[in-house]
């Protein structure tokens, strides 16, 4: 059973870091591509970014220069590292896989931006 549990989201305010840790269970985590989505109750769930098995890295242009992606296989865990925070960062960020056809998400955390 797949399983992704993510954590590290929190109050913070504008400009402030914070870094999202999703670990995973039930998967060969070294060889599949991870994403990192966010949703907000006005809009649909959106693309943050991605990392192949391979650590080649792909992101959104509202995030490029601010969030970083990496991955720790040896962990099973994909980090989202999020510097330059603005408050439309706000939004509950979702740790995905794709396995067999089928996506996979964890239940996510929120992460406020506000001063």
């Known amino acids: 059973q797949v399983r992704l549990v993510e954590s590290g989201g929190g109050l913070v305010q504008p400009g402030g870091s914070l870094r999202l840790t999703c670990t995973a269970s039930?998967?060969?985590?070294?060889?599949?591509?991870m994403y990192w989505y966010r949703q907000t109750p006005w809009k649909e769930r959106e693309l943050v970014a991605s990392?192949?098995?391979?650590?080649?890295?792909n992101y959104v242009d509202f995030v490029k220069g601010r969030f970083t992606i990496s991955r720790d296989n040896a962990w099973s865990t994909v980090y989202l590292q999020m510097n330059s925070l603005k408050p439309d960062d706000t939004a509950v960020y979702y740790c995905s896989v794709k396995r067999q056809g089928l996506d996979h998400w964890g239940k996510g955390t929120l992460v406020t931006v506000s001063s």
């Open positions: 039930g998967i060969k985590f070294s060889i599949h591509q």
């Open positions: 990392i192949d098995s391979g650590g080649a890295t």
